[in-house]
C-alpha cells in the first residue's frame, strides 16, 4: 500500500512531547516515560491513524499506551487524532516511529506489557515465502514472548480469514492459549471494541471481523522460529490443539473488563 507522503507530518511530530522515534535508550525503562509510571502498560503494533488508539486512551486513562508504526507519514495522523481526543499532551500515550519486525530492539521484560494489541496487519498471503513478514508468525510471537509480562495478553482482529486461521495456528504453536474468540466481533456483543479506521471499512463492506485474546502460557516454541513454515499438517494439528483449549465465557454479551487493569489474570468474562 502506498502511503503519501505529508510534507508537515514530521515537523509535527519532532515537536512533540510524547514521540519516540527508534529510540533503543528506552529499551526496559518505557514506564518511566509516563506521568504515571506505576500503571499498566499496552502496546500497540501497527497503530495506523490512531483512531482507535486514541479513543482507548481517552477512556481509560489508568492505562499507559504506546502506539508503534513504522511510517511518519502515518504517525502524523495518529498525532493529530490523538490531541483531538485526548488533548495536547496526554500523560498516558507516546506513540513510536520503529520497524516491527525488530521490536525487541525496543523492548525487554523489565518493559513487561501486560497487552499487546494486532489489529489489521498485512497478511501477507499472496507468496507463502513473504508469511513471515505478517505480525503474528512465530518469529514475532518469540519477541514479544521476551517483552510481555507473565499471563501477558495479545489481542488479534483481522479481516482476513487465511490470516486468522493460520495465526490460531502460530498462537498455538508458539505457548499462547486461546481466551476468547469469535469469527463475528461486531456481532458477539464484545466490549471493549474500540474501531479503527480499517474496522470501519470492512464494517461498511459487510465483511465479518475475527477476533481472539491469547494468553502467554509457559510454553516454550520448541522449533526455530525464523526459519518456520506452516505446512498443512503442522496447521491442522495446531488448530485441533488450539479447538479442544478455547474457554468461551457463558453469556452471549461478553465484556472483558479491565477494572483494575493489573496483571493480565485479573480479566474476567461474564
Given amino acids: 500500500m502506498h502511503i503519501r507522503r505529508k510534507k508537515w507530518a514530521r515537523p509535527e511530530l519532532h515537536a512533540c512531547p510524547y514521540f519516540d522515534e527508534e529510540t533503543e535508550e528506552r529499551k526496559g525503562k518505557w514506564r518511566e ?4 509510571p506505576g500503571l499498566p502498560l499496552h502496546l500497540e503494533m501497527g497503530c495506523g491513524k490512531g483512531v482507535s488508539t486514541a479513543a482507548m486512551a481517552a477512556d481509560n486513562p489508568e492505562i499507559n499506551y504506546v502506539a508503534v508504526d513504522i511510517s511518519q507519514d502515518v504517525l502524523g495522523d495518529a498525532r493529530r487524532n490523538i490531541e483531538r481526543v485526548c488533548g495536547e499532551n496526554p500523560g498516558n ?14 523492548f525487554d521484560e523489565d518493559d513487561g506489557p501486560e497487552r499487546i494489541y494486532i ?17 503474528t508468525h512465530p518469529r514475532q510471537l518469540v519477541q514479544y514472548r521476551r517483552m510481555l509480562r507473565t499471563d501477558g495478553e495479545i489481542w488479534f482482529k483481522t479481516d482476513d480469514d487465511t490470516l486468522f486461521e493460520d495465526s490460531r495456528a502460530y498462537f498455538q504453536l508458539c505457548g499462547f492459549d486461546c481466551a476468547y474468540i469469535t469469527w463475528d466481533l461486531a456481532g458477539s456483543g464484545f466490549t471493549p471494541n474500540y474501531i479503527s479506521e480499517h474496522e470501519q471499512k470492512y464494517m461498511a463492506e459487510g465483511v465479518p471481523i475475527k477476533f481472539g485474546i491469547f494468553r502467554m502460557t509457559q510454553r516454550e516454541p520448541e522449533f526455530d522460529p525464523v526459519r518456520f513454515r506452516l505446512t498443512p499438517g503442522v496447521r491442522r494439528r495446531a488448530l485441533e490443539l488450539a479447538a479442544a483449549g478455547i474457554r468461551m465465557p457463558d453469556a452471549e454479551n461478553v465484556t472483558w473488563r479491565a477494572a483494575e487493569h493489573g496483571a493480565a489474570g485479573d480479566h474476567t468474562a461474564e
Fill in 33 to 36: 516515560a509516563f506521568t504515571r
Fill in 119 to 135: 489489529s489489521f496487519c498485512n497478511p501477507w498471503s499472496e507468496r507463502p515465502k513473504h508469511e513471515k513478514r505478517r505480525l
Fill in 93 to 106: 500515550i507516546r506513540i513510536l516511529c520503529a520497524d516491527i519486525a525488530g521490536i525487541e530492539r525496543y
